[in-house]
């Protein structure tokens, strides 16, 4: 009865049209009065508490480095790059879109504005050249995904705060699973180019690649600045944002100077709304992350997945399942934030590495960012490509169905994240 008191006034709200945050206060509500814990005072301190978290700094400082990245012109030299080395490749322009996505996603760590450059610098390049402008924008929408896998990432911020685990280990986790999705839509896309008759562009020249490697090379230096530090433990990943913030101002505005100072304002305004909208979140969140471990909740849900706790390969195949339904209907954001406090007990009981599923948890709420009919990346994608959201659908199934592909292997293949983790880590 809890459980459904807590799911069907939260799908309630959510159908009414009230905003996640907002939907997701109610419901908390719901559940004290049905728990009889009702007062305001713990609604607020809840509240409160959810958005006082010193690793949750992390979060507006790396969307301020993205913004700055966009804007001040480090986006746009990775894409340049990435041109230089493989747009003369069959299909290159769709390389072109894998490689700078896995480049900029070391960079900003945000889907949203990561898909929003690539989509606007790369679209009109690829519908140009001759390509469906359905499948470049949905070949643009799952590479953009690949931003909260690869560090730094925001979605790994929120989940290790959530489910109190290292962001430094699921930031160094991460990388290898990212490169594996940007290598399975690489072989979807060469599947999908090659019955294409395109002419490419021309090879760039040694000097032309030298010139974009060059002009380039302030921006490659922030991922390696981040990963190194974080490896040699010189900072956390809170103080790693800080860095990242501080060295895209910089580089923008001293070094490329495509920023201008009167355009500071508009930027750090930009970051501010957007950051303000998943604080909101997070705090709202706690609120029912409290009540759930009050009302047992987890333990319930250990009842129903019993039959699959002896073989953790079911268990998480059961999950991602589970995952890959809720993503459908709702953001990255608010579906970390709603499943983790559940997930996490049901995992650490059968002895599954919390980092390890964290990893993978991420992975499928990424590509929830692509599913339908929500699919926030593929609605940036049709705004920024004047696009009708069923055309982007239709573009993005084989690049989405190679990436869950990728996603279940690593379920069924630990190895293929843990050993490396452990490399990293070590």
């Known amino acids: 009865m809890t459980v459904f008191i807590f799911l069907g006034s939260l799908l309630l709200v959510m159908a009414l049209g009230v905003p996640i945050a907002y939907a997701l206060l109610l419901s908390g509500v719901a559940?004290?009065?049905?728990l009889d814990l009702f007062d305001a005072q713990i609604l607020a301190q809840n509240v409160i508490n959810g958005a006082d978290?010193?690793?949750?700094?992390?979060v507006p400082f790396f969307m301020l480095a993205g913004e700055i990245m966009n804007v001040?012109?480090?986006?746009?030299?990775?894409?340049?790059?990435?041109l230089a080395l493989v747009g003369h490749k069959r299909g290159g322009l769709g390389f072109v879109a894998i490689l700078a996505a896995c480049l900029l996603a070391a960079l900003s760590g945000s889907a949203v504005a990561d898909t929003?450059?690539?989509a606007a610098l790369l679209l009109p390049m690829m519908v140009k050249a001759g390509h469906d402008k359905a499948r470049a924008g949905g070949l643009i929408a799952s590479a953009g995904i690949i931003a909260p896998v690869i560090p730094p990432s925001i979605g790994f911020v929120i989940?290790?705060?959530?489910?109190?685990?290292?962001?430094?280990?699921?930031?160094?986790?991460?990388?290898v699973p990212g490169l594996l999705m940007g290598l399975s839509i690489t072989a979807a896309w060469w599947w999908v180019a090659k019955?294409?008759?395109?002419?490419?562009?021309?090879?760039?020249?040694?000097?032309?690649?030298?010139?974009?490697l060059r002009e380039s090379t302030w921006a490659l230096f922030l991922p390696v600045i981040v990963l190194v530090g974080l490896k040699m433990g010189v900072f956390t990943p809170t103080e790693a944002a800080v860095v990242a913030a501080v060295y895209a101002l910089l580089v923008a505005t001293l070094v490329y100077k495509e920023l201008k100072w009167h355009q500071l304002y508009e930027v750090f305004a930009t970051a501010a709304k957007t950051t303000a909208v998943i604080m909101f979140l997070v705090a709202a969140a706690m609120v029912s992350a409290w009540l759930i471990t009050v009302a047992d909740i987890p333990s319930k849900m250990i009842g129903l997945l019993q039959p699959f706790m002896g073989s953790p390969t079911l268990l998480l195949i059961a999950i991602m399942v589970l995952v890959m339904a809720v993503g459908t209907a709702m953001?990255?954001?608010?579906?970390?934030?709603?499943?983790?406090?559940?997930?996490?007990?049901?995992v650490k009981a059968a002895g599954i590495d919390p980092v390890y599923f964290g990893v993978l948890f991420i992975i499928n709420n990424a590509i929830g960012l692509i599913t339908p009919p929500v699919g926030t990346v593929l609605n940036v994608v049709a705004g920024v490509g004047r696009m009708k959201m069923d055309e982007v659908t239709r573009g993005v199934v084989p690049f989405m169905v190679a990436e869950f592909a990728v996603m279940f292997l690593m379920v069924l293949f630990p190895p293929l994240v843990t050993v490396p983790m452990r490399w990293f880590a070590s």
Do not use: C, Y
């Open 31 to 34: 559940l004290m009065w049905h």
């Open 53 to 58: 978290s010193f690793p949750l700094l992390a």
């Open 72 to 82: 001040g012109g480090l986006s746009s030299r990775i894409v340049k790059l990435a």
């Open 116 to 118: 929003a450059a690539l």
């Open 159 to 175: 989940f290790g705060v959530a489910a109190n685990v290292s962001i430094s280990k699921l930031f160094l986790a991460g990388i």
């Open 195 to 212: 019955r294409e008759n395109i002419r490419p562009p021309r090879k760039a020249s040694g000097a032309e690649r030298l010139q974009a």
């Open 331 to 346: 953001d990255m954001t608010p579906t970390i934030l709603i499943m983790t406090p559940v997930l996490m007990p049901v």
